[in-house]
């Protein structure tokens, strides 16, 4: 990874937009006194790339400048030879917490120029991640690297520079295995363990389903191919009788039907009766209407008054200041009540749909009721009929001869069912009633929050073109003497307009309740429509409801009689067909075949076909069973075998055997290169060694003796340390064409601890670095004497407007 150009704009210190260009900077230097901003700088690189930052821990609340509610760092980045961007966008929510708005990572085009990018906000490359977490699992997969070993190898931050040189063996070794790429050997070992488990995984169910085919005998065969034939002469005797059924089953259904139409005509003929509140709605709506003329006619002298001062005054234009100034103060009145009369609307909505529920769900119950009723009646005309039945005698109602009497089922009574039926009603009733009252409710809020915005529109448009009320107000206290009668007159021109807006709503309240007495008319007449009911009279409410009212009665008694007819014939069909039906049984069930008493004949033509294709699906399966035998047993033997070799591989790259000599090979290589830039940076005092998986350093100032790297002094250690990360950053890039993509050295550690010859030394091989390994090294440091040996340095500022960045080069 290699940092072309670094845009930030409040974050940190950056609170203002600020852009650092690293293209050909392959050395530089971040520079500036303590808290300037220079760590704030590497630690915007990384958030770009992770979305966190070493030194803050887990959270992002650093990320945003105090006075800040949202930021963006924008990163344009090169790995492996392609150029991307890194985006991410952080916000100050209500309680200040801090949080990741937005995250983008683009792959941009080969011939892209990063300066380009200052005024580029939409999309100009391909995009490869839109999310925060999706950007930091594509910049680990183009980096090579996780967070936590991005900054023991990339970016060492303050506080943790030495932490590759104090790692445990197993964190080294892993962080080995990412540069070098060599996970890709594990990869196999999980893949062959995955088909080996896919193998066995097949192999059991192979096992299981050989384990649920059983033996199939002649016997067995023999026995479904005589089931086939017996249900085969079932299937012809069934179909003969069939259409006798079915003509009984057609003619029942035509009878229960009209039955049913004309149950359905008496219910709603049920619900047609004439409100008590009719006279008094018609009655509100003639004294609204009357109250609204004689308001205007108050209105129009008030107008009329208003106008001759007017003339008086026609000077000072004081009528239009007095207008403009009363319609402001009505808008602010408008909007009080459209706020109180949208709530109570919606409240009294929400009433009205629960009303509504609960009146349909009394409406199933009336239904119920009126069936129970009828199921008594019915039974109790059943039972008149069973006591003069004798056995052996014909039937008084079909004529047939009684076998054997029925046996008695017991039913409810008559009157109990018709007390349930008239609690139902009433309960409906009550229903229905409340739903009325809630419905002029509700639309007479409506109306007054219709008739609310009609007037804020009015007065919105007329005070389009108002220099506004303290103007006004200044210009009317300029003429109090001339405006004095003037504005008398207008403040009864405005009494006189309220008036007759109450006056308006009143009748609108009422023309609104007596639509509503029209609807629900229109509802009850509607739903009896295909009745033909008598022609109502529009002008008459009253009258109207009293014509659908006697109409629907007379139509109830005639209802009443065609249900006696049509319950006889219903009883008459269904005996018949359940004679037919039951002969239809008897035969299916002494094949085996069972079938509901309610079937039709259908039904019993598909039993008799079902049956038939069981038994024969029967016979077939019995003959497929020793196919699938033979398959299952040649299949078990493949599958065994694959899951024996996926078995094998796993187990010897298991071992780990060869990962871990090649991970030893390129910790040697990297101890010796690092042991030759401690040497130098020691002025040959020391040399770095790899001893039972820890780091050593061997003195040469102490007899050769090898000692533990945490026995080094701070500057001591910070050498070792450096000597290390220089060492992975020449040759490790080199081991592995798989490996991470390390382009960059980015160090934020104190060189203060150093002494002058260990500096200078620190510097030439930052130097060398550099120019000959074709990467990019950035320090952040305070010592003067490194900085001035460094081509490109970043010299960081802080004012009271926050951190600034300016490009100096030698």
């Not at 229960?256 to 049920?270: I, N």
């Not at 509700?442 to 108002?466: G, M, N, T």
């Not at 009911?533 to 008459?540: E, S, V």
């Not at 003796?705 to 990360?725: C, D, H, Y």
Request: proline share 3%; aromatic share 4%.
């Amino acid at each position: 990874m290699r940092p072309l150009r670094l845009d930030m704009e409040g974050f940190g210190t950056f609170s203002k937009p600020t852009t650092v260009d690293f293209t050909g900077a392959d050395f530089f230097a971040l520079i500036g006194p303590t808290g300037a901003g220079k760590s704030t700088v590497l630690d915007a690189i990384c958030f770009a790339l992770y979305g966190r930052v070493p030194r803050w821990g887990s959270g992002i609340e650093y990320a945003l400048a105090p006075s800040a509610t949202s930021g963006k760092v924008r990163l344009v980045f090169s790995a492996d030879g392609a150029c991307y961007v890194a985006t991410r966008l952080v916000k100050r929510g209500g309680k200040g917490k801090v949080t990741t708005a937005s995250a983008a990572l683009e792959k941009l085009p080969p011939d892209i120029d990063p300066s380009s990018l200052d005024n580029v906000s939409e999309l100009i490359g391909t995009a490869l991640a839109a999310s925060a977490k999706a950007v930091g699992e594509q910049v680990e997969r183009i980096i090579g690297l996780p967070f936590d070993q991005f900054t023991k190898c990339v970016l060492l931050p303050q506080g943790a520079f030495a932490e590759f040189l104090h790692s445990s063996g197993a964190e080294r070794r892993k962080i080995l295995e990412n540069l070098l790429g060599y996970s890709v050997y594990r990869d196999i070992q999980t893949a062959a363990g995955e088909e080996q488990k896919s193998a066995e995984a097949v192999l059991t169910r192979i096992e299981q389903e050989l384990s649920r085919v059983a033996p199939v005998t002649d016997e067995a065969i023999a026995a479904a191919d005589a089931r086939v034939r017996t249900l085969s002469a079932v299937g012809e005797k069934v179909r003969a009788k069939v259409p006798r059924l079915d003509e009984l089953t057609r003619r029942a259904a035509e009878a229960a039907d009209a039955l049913k139409t004309v149950d359905a005509e008496h219910a709603l003929l049920t619900y047609i009766r004439r409100p008590d509140d009719v006279d008094a709605t018609v009655r509100q709506v003639a004294e609204a209407a009357a109250a609204v003329e004689t308001a205007r006619s108050a209105m129009t002298e008030a107008e009329q008054a208003e106008e001759r001062l007017r003339a008086e005054a026609a000077d000072v234009d004081t009528a239009r200041i007095d207008l403009l100034l009363g319609k402001h103060a009505e808008l602010v009145d408008t909007d009080t009540k459209l706020a109180k009369g949208t709530t109570l609307t919606e409240d009294a909505e929400a009433a009205l749909a629960e009303a509504k529920s609960a009146q349909a769900q009394r409406a199933e119950q009336v239904a119920d009721a009126e069936r129970a009723l009828d199921a008594a009646r019915t039974a109790d005309l059943a039972a008149a009929v069973r006591e003069h039945l004798e056995p052996g005698k014909p039937c008084p109602v079909c004529t047939q001869t009684v076998r054997a009497l029925p046996e008695h089922t017991g039913h409810a009574t008559v009157a109990t069912a018709r007390q349930h039926l008239d609690t139902a009603k009433a309960a409906l009733k009550q229903s229905e009633d409340e739903f009325v009252k809630l419905q002029g409710i509700a639309h007479k809020y409506r109306a007054r929050v219709d008739q609310l915005l009609e007037s804020r529109a009015a007065l919105a448009e007329a005070l389009a073109d108002s220099p506004g009320p303290q103007r006004l107000q200044a210009d009317k206290e300029a003429a109090s003497t001339r405006r004095a009668a003037l504005a008398q007159a207008s403040a009864r021109v405005r009494e006189t307009r309220d008036t007759v807006r109450r006056a308006e709503t009143a009748h609108a309240n009422a023309a609104d309740k007596q639509a509503i007495a029209w609807r629900t008319f229109d509802h009850h007449r509607d739903r009896v429509a295909a009745l033909a009911p008598p022609p109502a009279d529009r002008g008459d409410l009253d009258a109207a409801w009293r014509s659908l009212a006697d109409w629907a009665a007379e139509q109830l008694s005639l209802r009443a009689i065609q249900r006696g007819e049509h319950n006889a014939a219903v009883a008459k069909l269904d005996e018949e067909t359940r004679i037919v039906r039951n002969e239809l049984s008897v035969s299916l069930t002494e094949a085996g075949v069972n079938l509901g008493r309610e079937a039709s004949g259908t039904d019993f033509v598909e039993a008799a076909a079902v049956g038939l294709r069981q038994a024969e699906d029967d016979h077939r399966r019995l003959l497929e069973q020793r196919d699938i035998f033979v398959r299952l047993t040649a299949d078990r033997a493949e599958k065994s075998r694959e899951a024996q070799v996926a078995k094998q591989l796993h187990e010897h790259l298991g071992t780990r055997k060869f990962v871990n000599w090649l991970l030893e090979e390129a910790l040697r290589e990297l101890v010796a290169g690092a042991s030759d830039i401690l040497r130098r940076l020691t002025s040959g005092q020391y040399d770095l060694d790899y001893i039972d998986y820890e780091f050593y350093v061997i003195d040469h100032h102490d007899a050769d003796l090898p000692r533990p790297v945490k026995t080094l002094s701070g500057g001591e250690t910070f050498a070792a340390a450096l000597a290390l990360a220089l060492a992975m950053s020449e040759q490790l890039a080199g081991m592995s064409s798989q490996g991470a993509s390390l382009e960059s050295i980015l160090l934020d550690e104190g060189f203060g601890t150093l002494d002058a010859a260990t500096l200078d030394q620190v510097a030439a091989n930052l130097e060398s670095l550099a120019t000959s390994g074709n990467r990019l090294v950035g320090v952040v440091t305070h010592v003067a004497g490194l900085a001035e040996r460094i081509p490109v340095r970043f010299e960081v500022s802080k004012d009271a407007h926050g951190s600034h960045v300016e490009r100096v080069e030698l």
